[in-house]
């Protein structure tokens, strides 16, 4: 579980530096909804990281019902949704 985190790390990490070069070129809203969206993915990946390695057992990664479990969930779904928007704005604009 541990390598598929890392190896998703990866495109994270690309997609939030490539959406804060635009952010730094830009500085428009939909830069920032990019920018923002591409930030929450990495949370995601970040929150696999933890699981695997067994950091915050506090959190309860992996279980239902935990925050580790909401935390994923949230940042995946304000993730897309404001990366898309932030998408669609640039494309549209």
């Known amino acids: ?45 970040l929150t696999h990281v933890c699981e695997a390695l067994g950091l915050f057992p506090s959190m309860r990664f992996g279980e239902p019902d935990s925050a580790g479990h909401y935390l994923d969930l949230t940042s995946a779904v304000v993730g897309v949704m404001l990366f898309i928007a932030g998408w669609l704005l640039r494309v549209r604009g």
Not at 3 to 16: C, G, Q, S, Y
Not at 19 to 37: D, E, P
Request: charged content about 10%; aromatic content about 4%.
């Open 1 to 45: 579980m541990l390598v598929k985190a890392l190896i998703a790390l990866v495109p994270a990490v690309l997609l939030l530096a490539l959406s804060a070069a635009v952010f730094i070129k830009r500085r428009n809203v939909a830069a920032f909804l990019q920018l923002a969206g591409s930030g929450c993915l990495v949370i995601v990946v």
